[in-house]
């Protein structure tokens, strides 16, 4: 199975809630198989959750200057494991 931008629409489809039960199966069955794409979306699930966090909250005014501060130290982690 070869990752085309088809599988990357299909995982923003799915983070939008916009994906018929059959593209959903071949997105599924596509990540089963395929480490890349499986990190790929494990990464926009993150990056999606956080936003959304981000919305939720509707931040205290320190927010963005405490979020500005982790970010350093989850960098540094990456780069060790
Ligand atoms: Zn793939």
Do not use: W
């Amino acid at each position: 199975m070869k990752c085309d931008k088809d599988v990357v629409n299909l995982m923003h489809g799915y983070l939008d809630d916009d994906l018929t039960k059959e593209d959903e199966t071949k997105l599924r069955n596509h990540l089963e198989d395929c480490e890349a794409c499986q990190k790929h979306f494990h990464e926009l699930k993150r990056s999606i959750t956080l936003l959304k966090s981000v919305e939720q909250v509707k931040a205290p005014e320190n927010f963005t200057k405490q979020v500005m501060q982790n970010l350093p130290t989850e960098k540094k982690h990456k780069k060790y494991v």
